[in-house]
């Protein structure tokens, strides 16, 4: 069974930064396009950013300019790199990815269980 589980949130203060992690187990052969997105309660869950395998990528206004997003592909980890951080961007923050398994042809969509990101003073 694939699991995503991401990792690196927490508090901090407006202007800061945090890096958020999304690992992937059981084995994958291959990860194909991956989200991050992000929910307020009472609100629709968001895209903040989209990035496809072939390296394309897509980010929300909210966040242009202060978040980027970057792999280590062998350790099937994908990583939320968020500067310059603002109180809107208090979140749970959700990781997303369609996967490839070993034996398998085609992929499966599959989120992990959100790590909560707080910006305060």
């Not at 989200?35 to 394309?56: A, C, D, F, I, K």
């Amino acid at each position: 069974q694939v699991q995503l589980v991401e990792s690196g949130g927490g508090l901090v203060q407006p202007g800061g930064s945090l890096r958020l992690s999304c690992q992937a187990s059981g084995h994958i052969f291959r990860i194909n396009d991956v989200g991050w997105y992000r929910q307020v309660p009472g609100q629709q869950r968001e895209l903040v950013v989209h990035n496809t395998r072939g390296g394309s990528t897509t980010f929300a206004e909210s966040v242009k300019g202060r978040f980027t997003i970057s792999r280590d592909i062998a350790k099937n980890t994908v990583f939320l790199h968020m500067n310059s951080l603002k109180p809107e961007d208090t979140a749970v923050y959700y990781c997303n990815a369609d996967v490839i398994v070993y034996g398998k042809l085609w992929s499966s969509n599959h989120w992990g269980q959100g790590t909560q990101v707080t910006v305060s003073s």
